[in-house]
């Protein structure tokens, strides 16, 4: 499908020509007159005419996307093919929905297309959830910029928003991740339960050790946070809660699930209306990502999540703070 | 903005600057700042931001807006479009300093075009032309180039040459396409606008043009212009193309008073001394029927026979153009004879009545004119009594230097030399003593006295006048005449085309035996003649003559004009056919430039595709070292992107995406950066 209108610059010249005719016709005939006329009448059909001719048999699609974090801009990838000539000034533009209502996003241009190419763009960041995408265009405004010549070119349904997930040491053992994030969790208010104390390992951090354990002991021991020893990360997500820490906790747990990737790991999360384990020997991150960008709280008279094991990281936090874990921190 | 779009934003300017000199109509000396604050532009745009800067421009901007009000307050209508110009060549000025994020070259743009608009009514040059031929190309480059600014896509490197051919290629098709629409598209030529009458008001005296009129006055200093306009054609149907007539009369003057010389309006002469004279001397027309008149003896109407169109329709009063001596009139229809009254000087007049209207077609007529005899046989001169209204001379109207010099110059020759001695002398005198400056150039006297004096050069009206009345000073009887000496001459269709520029104003003596004598003392070398002969040209002159020659064409284009255009464009294909039905060797010429077209193209494709071909290999070659197999319809990106995701180790996944972006930068990106 192609459309065709015309720009500013475009409004502008049809203006500028009407006063021109009106000129035209005021005064006695001339030939130079005439010959300036229709030169500008020439200038403007053969605009319109180049411009869309230089968009005949262009190709092209918008790739799919990967599940992006929100509120960061948007990589996207997309290929066009000039066809059998080269094409100037092209450039795609997606049409979407942004939460707010529709959306038109340019991903990306080139001044001259000789050969097939593949490009990549940045989108405007977005909110969580699932975009809609309604439509994505190749479209030029070559030569002159008088009119504006659109072609449709086929383009993913939607862009997968997940949580922008909380920042986490790379690298970092799950120990030291749990620990930062109980540490986190705690300084918010959160409900960490320590798990218990174990002897002090190779690469365990010095800020860890529970100094006065350790002294009744004799030996070096640390703080074990739930769900620090097990193979799987379990992570139950009640999502009876407020808008605010359920955001939280979602960013908490794409963050997690991203970690899972990345390590090979594997995140178990029980909430109502999954109890899934994924990531390595389970589902793919991308459907937890999937499952964050969609998720919404529930009211307090809705069920609770199934039950989990007692080991398992709770989210959201909340205010209750054990005195164990106050005396632990 | 970019250097390269702002280097032609200017040059664009220039041009516009340009086309406001070649009219003549703003002085130098106002232009000179305005090209120079063009040329500094580039240096200036860094103060753009300054409040100072821009107040300056504005307080210009006011400054000429002042004059043009203050002017039109003074003068009226005139200066109008003078000042104009000269305000919208300030203002693209202003506009192309002031380019920047809060300003956009779209003004910049119309602007340009709109003063080549108005400079078309000042200035129908070759110069226009040729400075429009440049504009073309330069206006369309500026536009793309702005385009792709306006998209953020800046062009660099060898893109720059690609876009600036394209913008090329595109200013011929567009020049071509105008041409035609130009030559085919019907129209009224003749047509008057709403404005009408009052449109060369409201162009004000700097668009006036050399033509003929029913009066001549001296002493009007403003610059006029060179109109090709065509007034009329001539076809000679019978005769030889030696004996064209030279002088084409349509006025004569017998009465200089005020300051100006007044023609004959009405059926008789208002002094009855000459009406007694054109009576003897059989002067005025004789009816032959309801169409036909004739003018001196019919023995002697055995000359060259035109048919003559007048170009286009003018409704109200006007003159035909006839030569010296006996001819033959006959109208022609549909134009109803009483339209036409001879007049006893010798001259025609005609009045449309509006049914006589052609469209975009003139009256037309027949003539029939005596033959250029070595030595033109007159009539007898009447005693001197009747050529006294060709002798009246109001002594307090003449400058004291003009009678000066007459006798002077009389005194110089041997006495009681003949009549043609003195008169020849005189005009020799006058050719040579006194410079000739068309009505397009300054510097022109002010007033008849200021011409005999030397303060100034004048026309061949002042000429024409100065000789004239030293003539009567001296008591040879003469009269001023005025009219056209055509100069185009089209040998293929046996046609002479009498254009606006052509009017010109002499003298004529009273011979006592040779009877009406044409004596031109305009300087021989503006002397008009008939072009169109093969003369000793350099290819240089030549080449300029032809553009001249099409370019005038293309100013004076008219009805026939199309219709002939109309006439070759259908004649085109059966030429082509029987030219190659005589020789079918010419097929071989469009078909060898086709197929040198094609294989310049094929080529060209050859050369794109071999381009990538280096950079595909290398890809190919590390794909292969990685031990992945050749994608099929996958883009390099595409493939990456799947190895991402774990398939390859660190270090491969490295060399493949420095392969990838390697690949790109070759084959898309003109080469390594």
């Known amino acids: 499908m192609t459309r065709i209108r015309p720009t500013r610059l475009g409004v502008e010249a049809l203006i500028f020509f009407t006063l021109l005719l009106v000129g035209w016709l005021a005064t006695p005939y001339s030939n130079l007159f005439f010959l300036l006329l229709a030169f500008f009448a020439c200038l403007m059909g053969l605009g319109v005419l180049w411009a869309l001719g230089n968009l005949r048999g262009v190709g092209g699609r918008v790739e799919d996307f990967a599940p992006q974090p929100a509120r960061q801009p948007i990589l996207a990838g997309f290929v066009l093919d000039p066809g059998r000539r080269p094409k100037e000034q092209v450039e795609v533009v997606l049409e979407l929905d942004d939460g707010e209502g529709t959306q038109r996003a340019r991903v990306g241009a080139v001044a001259v297309l000789e050969h097939r190419t593949a490009l990549e763009g940045v989108l405007p960041p977005l909110p969580r959830g699932i975009h809609r995408i309604r439509s994505a265009w190749v479209r030029s405004s070559f030569p002159f910029g008088g009119v504006l010549v659109q072609r449709r070119i086929p383009a993913p349904e939607r862009i997968v928003v997940h949580p922008a997930p909380l920042e986490l040491r790379r690298g970092a053992p799950r120990s030291l991740v749990l620990a930062e994030l109980g540490e986190r969790l705690v300084t918010a208010g959160a409900r960490v339960q320590p798990s218990g104390l174990r002897e002090f390992r190779q690469g365990d951090e010095a800020r860890r050790v529970h100094w006065r354990a350790s002294a009744r002991r004799g030996s070096l021991v640390v703080l074990e946070w739930d769900g620090e020893a097990e193979e799987a990360l379990e992570v139950v997500l009640d999502r009876r809660a407020d808008r605010k820490p359920f955001e939280r906790a979602l960013s908490v747990l794409a963050a997690l699930g991203l970690r899972a990737q990345e390590l090979g790991e594997t995140l178990h999360l029980c909430s109502q209306g999954v109890d899934l384990a994924f990531g390595e020997g389970g589902r793919p991150i991308r459907e937890l990502l999937h499952w964050l960008a969609e998720a919404e709280p529930l009211a307090p008279e809705d069920p609770p999540p199934p039950p989990c094991s007692p080991a398992a990281l709770r989210l959201p936090f909340t205010r209750d703070l054990e005195p164990e874990a106050r005396r632990a921190t | ?673």
Not at chain 2, 479 to 487: A, I, N, W
Not at chain 2, 631 to 646: F, H, K, M, N, V
């Open chain 2, 1 to 673: 903005m970019s250097l390269l779009l702002r280097i032609f934003l200017l040059d664009l300017v220039l041009l516009d600057l340009v086309f406001v000199q070649v009219t003549g109509q703003a002085p130098t000396r106002l232009l000179l700042p305005l090209y120079a604050l063009t040329l500094a532009s580039p240096f200036l745009v860094r103060f753009q931001d300054r409040l100072l800067y821009r107040a300056a421009w504005t307080l210009g901007l006011f400054l000429v807006f002042g004059t043009l009000v203050y002017d039109l307050g003074r003068q009226g209508l005139a200066p109008l479009l003078q000042d104009g110009l000269l305000l919208a060549a300030w203002c693209q000025v202003q506009v192309l300093n002031q380019i920047g994020p809060k300003q956009r070259p779209d003004l910049l743009f119309f602007n340009s075009f709109l003063i080549p608009l108005v400079t078309s009514f000042f200035s129908q040059d070759l110069a226009f032309i040729a400075v429009f031929a440049l504009y073309v190309p330069v206006l369309l480059i500026s536009l793309q180039l702005w385009n792709l600014e306006r998209g953020g896509l800046p062009l660099a490197g060898r893109k720059v040459a690609w876009a600036i051919r394209g913008a090329l290629r595109r200013s011929t098709v567009l020049l071509l396409l105008t041409l035609a629409v130009f030559l085919y598209w019907p129209r009224d030529f003749g047509r008057r606008g709403w404005v009408g009458e009052h449109f060369e008001e409201l162009l004000g005296s700097g668009a006036k043009s050399v033509g003929f009129g029913d009066e001549l006055r001296l002493g009007d200093t403003d610059l006029a212009t060179l109109s090709l306009e065509v007034v009329l054609r001539a076809r000679l149907l019978e005769g030889r193309p030696e004996d064209l007539p030279v002088y084409w009369t349509g006025n004569t003057f017998v009465d200089y008073r005020d300051h100006g010389w007044q023609a004959i309006r009405r059926g008789r002469l208002l002094d009855p001394l000459e009406q007694r004279f054109a009576d003897e001397q059989a002067m005025s027309w004789k009816r032959l029927d309801a169409r036909s008149w004739q003018r001196g003896p019919a023995e002697d109407c055995d000359g060259p026979r035109f048919r003559i169109t007048f170009a286009t329709a003018r409704w109200n009063q006007c003159k035909l153009f006839l030569p010296a001596g006996p001819c033959a009139l006959a109208i022609l229809p549909p134009a109803t004879p009483d339209t036409v009254v001879p007049l006893p000087d010798g001259t025609v007049r005609y009045t449309y009545a509006p049914g006589d209207l052609q469209e975009g077609r003139g009256l037309r007529y027949e003539l029939r004119t005596r033959g250029m005899a070595p030595e033109p046989a007159g009539l007898q001169a009447a005693p001197t009594v009747a050529t006294g209204p060709f002798l009246t001379l109001r002594r307090d109207e003449l400058p004291l230097e003009l009678r000066r010099i007459a006798h002077d110059v009389a005194g110089s020759l041997p006495p009681r030399s003949d009549q043609h001695f003195v008169v020849e002398a005189l005009r020799a005198h006058l050719a040579a003593s006194y410079e000739y400056l068309h009505p397009t150039q300054p510097g022109r006297a002010a007033s008849l006295a200021d011409f005999v004096a030397g303060r100034g050069g004048g026309h061949c009206e002042y000429f024409a006048t100065t000789l004239a009345l030293m003539l009567r000073e001296l008591g040879i009887p003469c009269r001023l005449s005025s009219g056209y000496v055509p100069r185009e001459w089209d040998p293929a269709s046996r046609t002479l085309t009498i254009r606006k520029r052509d009017a010109h104003s002499w003298v004529e003596v009273l011979d006592p035996i040779a009877g009406w004598m044409i004596v031109d003392p305009s300087p021989a070398s503006e002397q008009p003649g008939v072009t169109g002969d093969a003369r000793a040209e350099g290819p240089w002159q030549s080449l300029i003559g032809e553009a001249r020659r099409l370019w005038e064409g293309l100013a004076s284009f008219d009805a026939e004009g199309r219709a002939r255009a109309i006439r070759s464009l259908e004649k085109l294909p059966g030429l082509f056919l029987a030219a190659l039905t005589r020789n079918p060797l010419w097929l071989a010429l469009p078909l060898a430039v086709a197929v040198a077209a094609l294989t310049v193209l094929l080529h060209r494709r050859r050369v794109r595709a071999a381009a990538a071909e280096p950079a595909v290999a290398r890809y190919l070659e590390t794909l292969r070292r990685l031990g992945i197999e050749r994608p099929d319809e996958r883009t390099p990106r595409e493939l990456l992107a799947s190895y991402r995701e774990g398939a390859l180790d660190a270090a491969s996944l490295g060399r493949l995406a420095r392969a990838t972006e390697l690949h790109e930068r070759d084959r898309y990106a003109g080469g390594r950066t």
